[in-house]
């Protein structure tokens, strides 16, 4: 019962905002009308989200759908006002180029009521825009558009390594509830930790779960892709062109701006973009060009991601605000992004700095020690929280009968 409660209420959320991209003018009084609702169904249904699927990673993709449509609501419906008839963004108000005008397309006949549909669903879901004039920046392109059994045949080696991937970190020794909630406690968290802290077992600890955090986080984002890339394209319900990779290449992380905004996944960047843009230049009014419009639009644009993941991450795992450190996490990355470019400038003043490969190999270290620095605010609070019976991410484990084979060899 509880998941087709989930399904079903994701499905009503969906629906509508599909159905106001597609059948609404641009400045329809129905937009704004209908945000209350959006907004009650989002927090209603997140709740059901965790109930029905108790896998951590299905109802994190499943309550990250679930925000991320109020968050396309927000930005394509109320700011950018994406219509059909436009065939895309009519307002700049949300910092679109190439804005459309509206033209009446004639009335929906059965003919094009699927088309309109299928529109409709493609702007309520498809989060970066790909293949259209207003992709969102940093989504890394197709070298070569391949064939479609090309694509699949790829997608589908990408999936099994995601998974084995995945299979893997299930092997780590689960704790109990308490030995968790004393491991992960808010004192381990802290940027400037006493010395006490600092013991050898803490360190440790610290740098194996960030480093299982970030492997975790990536094949998991890109087994839920490739799923839905599969599943788009062997339909024929999408063509290639519209599943560009979802990662960028690791090479381009070698500073904490180019690791968001080159190398990690792009979904939410238009959620978050249009939004923050919004409020730099039509709310604060501050001075396009300048440096504090620059570096406000960058806060307000992390400030919106850590929103997003309060919500989809925090508030359906019961986690109070009180209690979690995403909006801590997401600040560091800007002040981590200001000093950056702040120490690259007066490299280029004082030593005529230029970059290569020592420079690039410096900002790979600089890197790994910020996001190891940072990321337990981000997620010891989850941690927590675990007791141990959380479900593996595979129903049957390819990786444990592996590892007791070798166990056996090398004892033996």
Partial sequence: MAIQQALFYNFIETTLVLLVLAFTPAHSYIRPA?????????????????????HVVIHGLLCFHTVGL?????????????????????????????????????SVTHGNLWTRLYWGLFAATAWRAPATPWEANGTPP????????????????????????????SLAPKDSGENNAAKFAWSQVRLFMPPEHLSHDAFTLRVATVCAFWIASYFSIQAF??????????TGVTPVRVWPPIFGSLTQGYTVRTFWGNFWHQSVRRKTSGPAYYLTYRVLRLRKGGIIARYMYIL???????????AAEEYA?????????????????WLGIVLEDVAQSLGRTLTGYQLNRWTKALGFVWVAFWLFWTTPSFFYPRMARLNGSEPDPLPLSVAQPLAEYLSRRWLA
């Fill in 70 to 106: 109020l968050l396309q609501y927000i930005d394509y419906v109320l700011i950018s006002r994406w219509t059909y008839s436009a065939g895309g963004p009519t307002s700049s108000v949300g910092g679109e180029r190439n804005i459309k005008s509206e033209s009446d397309k004639g």
């Fill in 225 to 234: 892709f490739s799923s839905m890339a599969i599943l788009g394209v062997a």
């Fill in 34 to 54: 209908l945000l209350p609702v959006v907004f009650v169904l989002t927090f209603y249904t997140l709740p059901l989200n965790n109930e029905a699927f108790p």
């Fill in 142 to 169: 197709f070298k070569q558009v391949p064939g479609r059994v090309k694509f699949l045949a790829g997608h589908l080696v990408r999936l099994v390594i995601s998974l084995l991937v995945l299979d893997a970190l």
């Fill in 300 to 310: 307000l644009a992390f400030m919106v991601s850590s929103l997003l993941h309060l």
């Fill in 317 to 333: 795992d019961g986690i109070r605000w009180g209690e979690s450190g995403t909006l801590r996490f997401f600040f560091m990355q």
